[in-house]
């Protein structure tokens, strides 16, 4: 290797990325875990960045170096084939953008439908074909699987399914099917819920699905940089059975036990502590502090970016009524535009994942209310005060800056408040695009149906917002007191 080359790997951790659902996060500590050991410094693990969508552009833009993935993903999601491909096929078709195809971990995880066996016996449901005569059964499924090639459209053409199926997190559908609200759900045949709830898993008996055999996707730079950390992951190719997959699945979703853990119990051949945390101590875990700082870190900086960009415009805009009406209605516009939909443009945009997309869509986000209450309270001071000052000999900036700003900052402030507020909420997104803070265990949670951690994320969220209320509060107490 090259001291150009030793120098960029030296400089640069290996970036690994995941989607939202646990067996990526397993996979992906298992590559890190086991590249750790020949690296200068200690991998960066980009957990639940989301569906294929957002972490193929975070892999093809830079954003992470590599990912585990399925081949049948990659052929018909990814290069949008119209047939399963091999993988030298595969190859040759992602080496143009720079990337590759690494060893096969050893499993296949294909997709497939599930119901209740007992409900499946009950109506003779065994396959696919047979589930085409019941159009009454409710379906929920992901909603990656309903808008992907190999999804459900796909599948409704080939097997003609009459049902209209509704959107459901994979990570909250074992539990709708358990309660009954829905009749199938799309499963992964490796994951660890199908025998424990006894499950049907409906035979695909006109071949819909392709094999969906587990990968490494990399950047094509990634051996020629990392040259003995990559020696050490194609070391894993076909170590990882389904049997094996299933039964690690199973230790993060029925047993609670860290996807760090249980990769290091893999790699080390023993088995740890399987005991699951309690609320308390996935609440005050070691990784507090380091989501505090994340989150304290998007809300402040993007407030007082909105906050520099925010006040100045409104100044501008405030003496003519049509401008300022085209200036609030586009920032307003801004906010009807769903989070995750943004933060998957600005990803697209920008080249990028993580905190640059992040606090781009909270600057934006904050805007409006800023914009809003700073042009409410330049417009609310009272006309003979604004005289006043003319007839004192001000000009317009000496008016502006002695008259109407200190009257309008208690409506400025509040604006300000306002943003924070939705800052601190809208923060949690973040975590979809590695950008951190208290949404990691949000997204997370989601991820295993885990409400402890879930509640873990949403918690220290709510008090932040609490502690930010009664910051703003005495500041403006302190205001008022002020000019008592």
Same mark, same amino acid.
């Given at each position: ?13 290996? +970036?690994?990325?995941?989607?939202? $659902? ?34 193929? %552009? ?48 050893? $499993?296949?995880?294909? !997709? ?32 990656? $699987?309903?808008? +992907? ?24 559908? !074992? ?8 009749? @199938? ?32 996707? !990399? ?8 040259? /003995? ?23 993060? %979703? ?51 970016? /909105? ?77 003979? @005060? ?33 943003? /924070? ?16 803070? !208290?949404?990691?265990?949000? @997204? ?11 509640? /873990? ?22 205001? +008022?007191?002020?000019?008592?």
């Amino acid at each position: 290797m090259s001291s150009n080359v030793q120098a960029q790997s030296d400089s640069q951790p290996l +970036r690994i990325g995941s989607k939202r $659902f646990t067996e990526s996060y397993i996979l992906a500590e298992v590559l890190a875990q086991s590249a750790a050991p020949h690296l200068a410094a200690p991998p960066v693990v980009r957990q639940g960045l989301g569906n294929t969508a957002i972490v193929y %552009e975070a892999l093809r833009s830079g954003g992470v170096d590599l990912y585990a993935e399925y081949t049948g993903t990659i052929a018909l999601e990814i290069l949008k084939s119209d047939k399963p491909m091999t993988r030298e096929a595969m190859s040759a078709a992602l080496a143009p953008v720079g990337l590759g195809i690494g060893m096969p971990f050893g $499993f296949n995880d294909g !997709y497939a439908l599930a119901m209740q066996a007992a409900e499946a016996d009950r109506l003779g449901i065994r396959t696919l074909s047979d589930l085409a005569r019941h159009p009454a059964l409710k379906l929920g499924l992901s909603n990656e $699987f309903l808008g +992907r090639a190999d999804g459900w459209k796909g599948l409704a053409s080939q097997y003609g399914l009459p049902q209209s199926p509704t959107g459901l997190d994979h990570g909250l559908a !074992y539990d709708a099917l358990g309660a009954r609200q829905v009749d @199938v759900i799309d499963i992964y045949t490796t994951d660890a819920k199908i025998e424990s709830l006894g499950l049907r898993v409906l035979d695909d008996d006109r071949r819909f699905f392709p094999r969906y055999d587990a990968v490494v996707l !990399y950047r094509l730079d990634v051996p020629a940089r990392y040259p /003995a950390a990559w020696k050490a992951i194609e070391s894993l190719a076909g170590r990882i059975d389904e049997r094996a997959m299933i039964a690690m699945n199973a230790r993060a %979703e029925l047993q609670g036990a860290g996807f760090d853990t249980i990769a290091r119990d893999f790699l080390g051949g023993g088995k740890a502590d399987t005991a699951a945390r309690g609320f308390t101590a996935k609440l005050f875990g070691p990784d507090l502090w380091r989501l505090t700082r994340q989150h304290l870190l998007l809300v402040g900086i993007s407030v007082g970016l /909105a906050l520099l960009i925010a006040v100045p415009l409104a100044i501008v805009v405030f003496p003519f009524g049509r401008l300022r009406a085209v200036v609030l209605g586009l920032t307003g516009l801004l906010q009807t535009v769903p989070s995750l939909a943004l933060l998957a443009v600005l990803i697209s945009v920008i080249g990028a994942i993580g905190t640059v997309p992040a606090l781009i869509a909270l600057t934006l986000y904050s805007l409006l209310p800023i914009m809003r209450n700073t042009v409410t309270g330049l417009t609310e001071v009272p006309q003979g @005060v604004r005289q006043a000052g003319t007839a004192l000999g001000m000009t317009r900036g000496q008016s502006l800056r002695l008259v109407l700003l200190p009257l309008a900052l208690p409506t400025v402030l509040a604006g300000v408040r306002t943003a /924070a507020t939705i800052a601190i909420g809208t923060a949690t997104i973040a975590a979809f695009i590695g950008a951190g803070g !208290y949404g990691e265990r949000i @997204v997370t949670g989601l991820a295993l149906n885990d409400r402890a951690l879930l509640l /873990a994320g949403a918690l220290p969220a709510a008090a932040l917002a609490l502690v930010s209320e009664a910051l703003f509060e005495t500041l403006d107490w302190l205001l +008022r007191r002020s000019r008592g």
